[in-house]
């Protein structure tokens, strides 16, 4: 017997994230700047913190609901209405994950039958296509592009649609380009999508990180409240990475049974995290202001700082990611990544690694200081002008 031989195929054929291998080369390489990592550099709020801390001294450290902390939950539903005048039943169409990660998993695992397809805006998210390809789905690209914002239209999403089609995730703010969705972009989107059995997962991780206006979720527009599943979690907004914390709201029939499956598999998010979203979601919007204040301004620099070298780049409204075109370099977006970290020690992400549509393109996030964003933006400049053709 060959070990190797009893894997599932459809596991041992999946790709190693692509955002992973530049991580590991810089991990042995001195004198390196990273603008890889999709990770809010501000420790969590220290109220956040403490309430985690004080449930801990308190012994709250068993299981939870399956569903979450009742109390978490009432919170949640309470922010959807205050933030995007959504209502939701704590009791029946809310569900909190390990993350936001495991909610794509659920929804995605609890919709899909084997051969269905689901469709995928790209370039985005890594997690989705495997996600797909794990419950048996066919993932379908959609790709997205610059002259367009990098938006999903309306004509691209309708060629796509078969008699297969079952789930269109929707992710926006997008990572990696930092593209939104506005409401007139998500109108168009709904009326292809009114007449036809296909759910939406909106995937809304990032839905505090916007700039120049008020993010809207596709639940809002009419008609499509009833067949829309959002995901989002405490990870970006409330720099809350390692808590490991996100949730689900939608329609109950569909989130009944991701909880189902949420139930045998993992069973509850952790007890203590849910203390410290619970603390988050109550006192939490003064210090996702301030975050999103001090994004915006180093957008501004990152986005100058690559058109000034000559890249074009493309003004992200959303997120905490700039996605510079680097086809005037003359190399792959592989190429560009592998040579700049040898060359200058700076890490950025090939836009490849979410997607076929990412070619020509590298992700840069600016979830780290205006000091560090200064200093690799010299040496990427340096770089540029060493090999702009």
Known sequence: MRIEDMIAKKVAQMPPSGIRKFFDV??????VISLGVGEPDFDTPWHVREEGIYSLEKGKTVYSANAGLLELRQEICRYMQRRFDLIYSPTKQCLVTVGGSEGIDLAIRTLIETGEEVLIPEPSFVSYKPCAVLAGGVPV???TREEDDFKLTAHELEKAITPKTKILILPFPNN???AIMEREDLEAIAKVLRDKNIIVISDEIYAELTYGGEHVSIAHIEGMYERTVILSGFS???SMTGWRLGYAVGPAPIISMMIKVHQFAIMCAPTTSQYAGI?????GDEDVRKMREAYDQRRRVMLDGFRSMGLSCFEPKGAFYVFPCIKRMGMTSEEFCEKLLMDQRVVVVPGTAFGESGEGFVRASYAYSIEVIKEALARIEVF?????K
């Open 279 to 283: 603390e988050a979601m109550r006192s």
């Open 176 to 178: 990696p380009t930092g």
């Open 384 to 388: 540029v002008k060493k090999h702009l």
């Open 141 to 143: 690209p959609i790709p």
């Open 236 to 238: 970006k907004a409330y």
């Open 26 to 31: 810089a991990n042995e390489i001195g004198d």
